[in-house]
């Protein structure tokens, strides 16, 4: 709308283009308004012509490495894979190599979408490092276009697995809250008020409880994706997720199971060019096993499988 910053405006109606990669083509001087370079912090005024000059994809810096993938579908245009915990998507300060990135310019031998830049070649979207599960990877800009839009218009089901310490209450909920920045700590995400933050929608069913650890298994239904959603929403239910080293404590059950339990256990789509509807299941890993052999998760299971 007039009066809205020009980055935040593009960001707003492109969603196929992140803020920060508009805020780069800004800089770089890819965006002209009215003919002149643009800058992030002008006005949108009615009447202004905007012109977008994607460039072309360069080499990435980061090299490609022979990292071992278990890919759930591939075609032409994306692929499905289980990404395994502790995998970080992209490189980034701290991890230069040995992400997803890598492997996957072994993987597609360069094959991948560059619409999200030379740093994230193909990534749609992506899970914390210590997240296992399902995640697409685009392989044309076509491709990318279509399930960054399907992201944005929230017609990508995704349903994750949860074990939490401690037992969010009511068991059953949606959980529709603003998730922005945490005002303290920098590392932190958190529930604030709006306007701040983003919209945030989860809906999340106690699956089981184990009375002995007290701990939970849960499903979380996610119809956005913010970072650190479910980590977030079952924390401001009175639930942290087990392994959790930002928003939980140390516990016995942490220290047995070893990584943060958070699985992403379906991603449903259409294929951005047949149009058919996909579903995907990443396996269920075996640290999950003690909840899942619980007598109303063992039900849910054999109903839903």
């Not at 993987?107 to 560059?114: A, E, I, T, V």
């Not at 002995?212 to 977030?232: E, F, N, P, Y």
């Not at 990584?259 to 579903?279: C, G, K, N, V, Y």
Request: net charge positive; with cysteine.
């Amino acid at each position: 709308m007039p009066g809205e910053r020009l980055d935040a405006f593009l960001a707003g109606r492109l969603p196929e283009l992140s803020r920060s990669r508009i805020q780069t083509l800004i800089r770089d001087q890819f965006i002209h308004v009215n003919g002149q370079p643009a800058k992030p912090r002008n006005p949108v005024k009615l009447g202004d012509f905007i012109t977008i000059a994607l460039p072309e994809a360069v080499p990435l810096a980061a090299v490609a490495q022979d990292i071992p993938l278990v890919i759930l579908f591939e075609d032409a245009d994306l692929l499905v894979l289980n990404k395994a915990p502790g995998m970080v998507v992209h490189p980034a300060p701290g991890n230069p190599d040995g992400t997803l990135v890598n492997a996957l310019l072994h993987h597609c031998r360069g094959k991948l979408s560059g619409i999200g830049g030379v740093e994230r070649p193909g990534i749609v979207h992506r899970l914390d490092k210590d997240t296992s599960g399902c995640l697409v990877v685009a392989k044309s800009d076509p491709a990318h276009q279509s399930l960054v839009g399907q992201f944005a218009g929230r017609t990508m089901e995704k349903i994750y697995l949860a074990v939490c310490q401690g037992i969010p209450r009511p068991e059953k909920d949606t959980v529709f809250t603003h998730i922005g920045r945490h005002p303290v700590n920098r590392q932190k995400m958190a529930v604030v008020n709006p306007p701040g933050g983003k919209a945030a929608i989860t809906d999340y069913q106690v699956l089981a409880v184990d009375a002995s650890s007290l701990t939970a298994l849960i499903l979380c239904h996610l119809h956005t994706g913010r970072t650190h959603q479910i980590r977030v929403h079952l924390h401001h239910r009175g639930a942290a997720l087990v392994g959790d080293p930002i928003y939980g404590k140390p516990s016995p059950t942490s220290a047995l199971t070893g990584r943060l339990m958070l699985h992403a256990w379906q991603l449903t789509f259409d294929h951005p060019i047949s149009h058919e509807r996909l579903h995907f299941q990443a396996p269920i890993p075996p640290e999950f096993s003690p909840w899942l052999q619980l007598p109303n998760a063992t039900a849910f299971f054999l109903s839903n499988t």
